[in-house]
């Protein structure tokens, strides 16, 4: 089992920037593949992006593909979500996500994945 927790959030204008953070508990950190999901409210929670278990392979979503990026550490169990050009649809709570897989890839089915963390709050002020 892992737990995970997100940091970073926060208010920022538009064309602005933020880093999101996700430290996971374990030893087994480097089993999962992990992603980023976020939600607004009155909204299905919705894919960003997602990351192998090595990190070699990344996937995101249309909408921030070019403006996202995800990477993770995994001698710290940390995922990031680097956002540049923010807008205000990036408004949102975002979560992370772990998905414990055999092989080194990532999905985008939200159903996949076995553990969230609580969110973090995103704001893009215009």
């Known amino acids: 089992q892992v737990q995970l927790v997100e940091s970073g959030g926060g208010l920022v204008q538009a064309g602005g920037s933020l880093r999101l953070s996700c430290a996971a508990s374990g030893r087994t950190f480097s089993t999962y593949a992990m992603g980023w999901f976020r939600q607004t409210p009155g909204k299905e929670r919705e894919f960003v992006a997602a990351?192998?278990?090595?990190?070699?392979?990344?996937y995101y979503a249309d909408s921030v593909k070019g403006r996202f990026s995800i990477s993770r550490d995994n001698t710290k169990n940390t995922v990031y979500l680097q956002m540049n050009s923010l807008t205000p649809e990036d408004t949102a709570v975002y979560y992370c996500?772990?998905?414990?897989?055999?092989?080194?890839?990532?999905?985008?089915?939200?159903?996949?994945?076995?553990?969230w963390g609580q969110g973090t709050q995103v704001t893009v002020s215009s």
């Open positions: 990351i192998s278990r090595s990190g070699g392979s990344t």
């Open positions: 996500a772990a998905d414990r897989r055999v092989d080194d890839s990532a999905t985008r089915y939200l159903a996949w994945y076995n553990y």
